[in-house]
């Protein structure tokens, strides 16, 4: 079994490497599955290096922390970080930043 780093991730056209990272993409909250896995099948092919960067930047991040960014109640302290969350929330079903929808 070999360990795959981001580099490995970052390359295009890799069915082994997209599995692992759609994987990656699996969290405890269904609505960041969604948003997440729709980045991947929809953007991710066609973005640049350094966006799938900040995308693997942002798997990094714990669940509660990336939906109140996502969710717009906290502030995203990283500028990269920041565009690639505007990406998120402007997707096919625009997210509007401090509305909940859940209630």
Do not use: K, Q
Not at 7 to 21: I, N, P, Q, T, V
Not at 60 to 78: C, M, N, V, Y
């Amino acid at each position: 079994m070999s360990v795959e780093s981001d580099d490995d991730l970052l390359a295009e056209g890799d069915a082994l490497a997209m599995r692992r990272l759609r994987w990656r993409c699996r969290r405890g909250m269904r609505e960041l599955d969604i948003l997440l896995g729709r980045y991947l099948d929809h953007r991710w092919s066609t973005a640049e290096r350094a966006e799938r960067a900040s995308f693997l930047r942002l798997l990094a991040i714990e669940d509660d922390r990336l939906w109140r960014w996502i969710s717009g109640r906290e502030a995203i302290p990283d500028t990269e970080l920041a565009r690639l969350v505007a990406v998120l929330r402007d997707g096919p079903v625009p997210i509007e930043p401090g509305v909940d929808r859940a209630s």
